[in-house]
């Protein structure tokens, strides 16, 4: 990040690692071949921790809910002490699947093929005529396939890796990012999940780098300061990434170009915390972002946002999106969460499950609409999980906008005229991105830092 010295700039926490890269050209084959996307199955995915679920929508004992991962189907189930414990979704006497729903309640699971019953801590209670199996009752013998399991921020993570770390070293800095803003309180309304004719990988690139947002969206430079001298990028250790952009102000880019600084979403901003823009006119309209933070702090109490509390000035405003390995992305606001997640298809390298939804805190008592990338939202609406195909509908206009490149790339990464990628620097995320799924393939693990021990150097 260039260095500034202007008093309304302020570095966030503490600078992460960025460790060294090795110079990765990410050639157009790790987009669709066949051999590479098993590599990656075999290697990567079962090796890492995987976000598949959700607290909230779990919330008593024989709650499950049901999620797909390449071929694997993972079952998430409350216990009786009130733990989450993840089981492979198939019945371990001849494979059939368990459930097909994504959410459900159950006394126990109970095979579908021959009424084998399996209690919701994994155990075999039942199975059809137990005298006449050689080896014995099953009872007593088998139980379901049971895999590392972990929650936090409300979200449930899994792991297939019997040797895993444990959850909190994996995720290592953003542990203690996320603690604050309380995630685990807040309520999703917006939830749509496409099947998408392009990697998983695609999308995960163009998340770890904002040098597309003023060709591809180019309505955000109203609210938020695109321009790259202004942003502080971040790599981890573990392989996670982190990009800091100041919000709540205009970009400096519409100042280069001689443009009006106060367009309308930031008007709105302003009005949303009793602020009025034409307050902000004439000269004024870089103070925008220190008179939101005021703002927010006055009525953010008043609200009954309690983890305003928590927050630091710059937290309140500003714009902090995460690429976490493998597979999610998520931008991060005092009052949203944008969750973005890619997850491979079962057997196509050119096609992925892309999940655009969104999160918000739900304070009691507080009856104005949610706003969402999608719009406004009511409240105590409740929101149904759409599942559709590319195109079928929209996503959104900001997502649309960047699954028309995404879809576009995977046809290009087929050409041989595609030699490897000529990055910016501002565009380094991807290339480790890339370099720590090659880690995994070659039987590597990241070396993971807290981020107490990088506070420290």
């Known amino acids: 990040m260039t260095a ?42 079962t090796k890492v921790w995987l976000l598949l679920g959700r607290e909230d929508e779990i919330p008593e004992p024989g709650d499950y809910q049901q999620e797909e991962v390449g071929p694997e189907s993972i079952l998430m189930v409350r216990q009786q002490d009130g733990s989450v414990r993840a089981f492979y979704n198939v019945c371990q006497h001849r494979g ?8 459900g309640t159950v006394d126990a699971f109970t095979c579908p093929y021959h009424g084998w019953r399996w209690e919701i801590d994994g155990s075999l209670t039942f199975a059809l005529d137990p005298e006449d199996f050689p080896e014995g009752d099953p009872c007593g013998k088998l139980t379901l396939n049971e895999i590392a399991c972990d929650t936090f921020a409300g979200f449930i993570w899994v792991n297939m890796d019997p040797d895993c770390v444990s959850l909190k070293e994996f995720l290592g800095p953003i542990w203690d990012d996320w603690s604050a803003y309380e995630i685990h309180t807040w309520k999703r309304y917006l939830a749509l999940t496409a ?23 180019p309505q955000v430079d109203g609210v938020v300061e695109e321009n790259y001298q202004w942003t502080q990028f971040d790599m981890s250790e573990e392989g996670h990434n982190r990009m800091w952009m100041q919000s709540g102000t205009p970009s400096h880019s519409l100042a280069k170009r001689g443009e009006e600084l106060l367009k309308p979403g930031l008007a709105y901003m302003l009005e949303q915390w009793g602020l009025n823009p034409d307050d902000f006119r004439g000269g004024r309209e870089f103070e925008t972002r220190e008179a939101l933070q005021k703002a927010m702090r006055v009525k953010g109490k008043e609200m009954g946002y309690t983890q305003f509390d928590n927050l630091k000035d710059h937290q309140l405003t500003d714009t902090y999106h995460y690429t976490l390995f493998p597979n999610f992305a998520v931008s991060v606001w005092a009052d949203g969460f944008h969750f973005l997640r890619a997850r491979p298809h079962p057997t196509d390298p050119g096609q992925c ?3 655009n939804w969104w999160y918000a805190p739900a304070p009691e008592g507080l009856t104005t609409p949610v706003m ?19 195109l079928d509908r929209s996503l ?28 910016a620097k ?29 506070a420290a150097e």
Not at 195 to 217: A, G, Q
Not at 372 to 390: C, K, Q, S, W
Not at 426 to 450: C, L, N, S, T, W
């Open 4 to 45: 500034r010295t202007d008093s309304w700039y302020a570095q966030p926490a503490e600078k992460w690692p960025d460790p060294q890269l090795k110079g990765h050209i990410i050639p157009g084959y790790r987009y669709h071949s066949k051999e590479f996307f098993h590599q990656e199955w075999e290697n990567m995915w």
């Open 96 to 103: 059939a699947r368990l459930v097909f729903n994504e959410l």
């Open 195 to 217: 099947t998408v004719p392009c990697n998983w990988k695609v999308i995960l690139d163009n998340f770890n780098e904002s040098y597309h947002l003023p060709t591809v969206h």
């Open 353 to 355: 499950l892309f999940d």
């Open 372 to 390: 969402t990338i999608n719009g406004p939202v009511e409240r105590d609406a409740e929101v149904e999980h759409e599942v559709f195909n590319y």
């Open 396 to 423: 959104s206009n900001l997502i649309d906008q960047d699954m028309g490149i995404t879809t576009g790339q995977q046809l290009g990464f087929r050409s041989r005229a595609y030699k490897g990628v000529y990055l």
């Open 426 to 454: 501002q565009e380094h995320r991807i290339r480790r991105y890339h370099e720590v799924i090659d880690e995994y393939i070659e039987g590597k693990r990241p070396a993971p830092r807290r981020s107490s021990a990088i």
